[in-house]
């Protein structure tokens, strides 16, 4: 890992990208740690293309695991929900506020 907040990857071309993490969180349920990372590109519909993998964050250079079930994916695609309807009420709301301060 670069620092907190980015890491570098190797492509399949060899090309080295950075990537700046999201958030990580383990899971109870699975008993695994988890990384979701963007490395700042836009999938055909214009949306920043995000990432997730296990990795062990108790290891100095982690090792990055595709995620292996359904229900893995069901835990961050749960996450990503949450915290999208918290960032949008959050914006929202800071809209409403500006708007009476007119």
């Known amino acids: 890992m670069e620092n907190n907040n980015t890491f570098?990857?190797?492509n399949d071309d060899g090309q080295e990208i950075?990537?700046?993490i999201l958030f990580t969180f383990d899971s109870e349920e699975t008993k695994k740690?988890?990384?979701v990372y963007t490395d700042n590109s836009y999938d055909k519909d214009g949306n920043i293309?995000?990432?997730a993998s296990?990795?062990?964050p108790k290891q100095d250079n982690p090792k990055l695991d595709p995620i292996e079930t359904e229900q893995e994916w069901k835990i961050i695609e749960t996450i990503l929900n949450?915290?999208?309807e918290e960032i949008k009420k959050k914006?929202?709301?800071e809209s409403k506020e500006e708007s009476s301060e007119q």
Do not use: A, E, G
Request: charged share 20%; proline share 0%; hydrophobic share 35%.
């Open 54 to 56: 296990i990795y062990d």
């Open 18 to 20: 950075l990537c700046d």
């Open 91 to 93: 914006t929202n709301k």
């Open 33 to 35: 740690s988890y990384i």
């Open 8 to 10: 570098k990857v190797i």
């Open 82 to 84: 949450t915290l999208q």
């Open 49 to 51: 293309q995000v990432y």
